[in-house]
């Protein structure tokens, strides 16, 4: 008889029945939103929950972030840091851009910079000042593709391609006429064998034969240097960098030497750090001089992992006789008397 009972404690009680229907009702009414704006704000898009609780930076940068999902940009940790100071990490468009030279150590500038806890930079290449498809996309396009970064950071982008791009100048300037452009040079002699090195080992990759330097290097018929080949013609660097004085200051153009940051890198990422107007936070601590690699590596953190260049950085040169050495330091000479007048500053190339 129990279930009988239970059911006609029930039915022959209506107002019981109905006010614990309504009770019931009544914390459905309030549980079911609330779960279902936790499930979706916080598990699914992140967006609406950042705007709600953080709310600071443009809306167009806290959707774009949501891309993301919430769940990842905790991971890493970037809005942990806005409990604090009340922002959002945005994607701005470069301050600072490397814009070469192509085999100077441009990786390395970037990857050591990246050590400053005030510098922010994509990983890859961008090409976007000098590549006319990726142009076409728009700064809004270009800004996306910068990392998440504080007002108090800087985003450096490097691409060594912009260096030698005729259309690459006006279009930066375009952007940003305040830009900092840092550019990266190395003894031009060196830096044309590193790039014929280069060339060979993508091709040697691909089962293609390279052709021998000299056919490359000289005119074929009168033995002189050939200054249409295109690793000489980046290494007269006047040319280029003309092209960027042309629309920015000198002041405004940083240039890092490249034989020297192979060799004591700490002194010219604090000639950049001053440069960019940040305080020195790169310590000798984190570069250290890797024997097996014969380079300097990096260390985030005193005992953290070690991080060394690719195996594409720093390969043995093809082997160039003395003659065309010698014969292209005496090309470049006067092309480099040229340079040092238009930066107003020297360079010791033999
Ligand atoms: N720390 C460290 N580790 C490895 N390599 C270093 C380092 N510092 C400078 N370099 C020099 O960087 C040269 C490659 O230059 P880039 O990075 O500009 O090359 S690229 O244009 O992006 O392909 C590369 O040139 P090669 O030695 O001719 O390969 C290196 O000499």
Known sequence: MGGGEKCSTIFNNPPNMRRSFRRWFRSCSIAFPAVLFLYVTVFH????????????????????????????LLEEGLLERDRYNGTVPVHRLPQSIIIGARKCGTRALIEFLELHPQINSPTDEMHFFSNDTNYKMGLDWYRKKMPLSYPDQITIEKTPRYFISKISPSRVHRMNSSVKLIAILRHPTTRVISDYT???????????????????????????????????KISMYHL?????????????????????????????????ETFLNLPHRISKDSLYFNNTRGFYCMR???????????????????????????KLDKFFKPHNERLFKLIKRRFRWR
């Not at 990759?205 to 249409?228: C, M, S, V």
């Open 300 to 326: 985030k953190t005193k005992n953290g992992p070690e991080k060394c260049l690719g195996a594409n950085k720093g390969r043995k040169h093809a082997n160039i006789s003395e003659k065309i050495i010698h």
């Open 240 to 272: 280029h960098i003309a092209r960027w004085l042309e629309l920015f200051p000198l002041k405004q153009l940083h240039i890092v030497d490249g034989d020297n940051l192979i060799v004591n890198p700490l002194e010219e990422i604090r000639k950049v």
């Open 198 to 232: 280069q060339i060979c080992a993508n091709k040697m990759a691909k089962n293609e034969t390279a052709e021998a330097f000299e056919y490359l290097a000289l005119n074929r018929q009168t033995g002189h240097i050939n200054p249409e080949y295109r690793a000489i």
């Open 45 to 72: 898009n992140g967006f609406l929950f950042a705007a709600i609780t953080y709310g600071t930076g443009p809306l167009d940068d806290v959707i774009a972030n949501s891309n993301k999902g919430f769940r990842k």
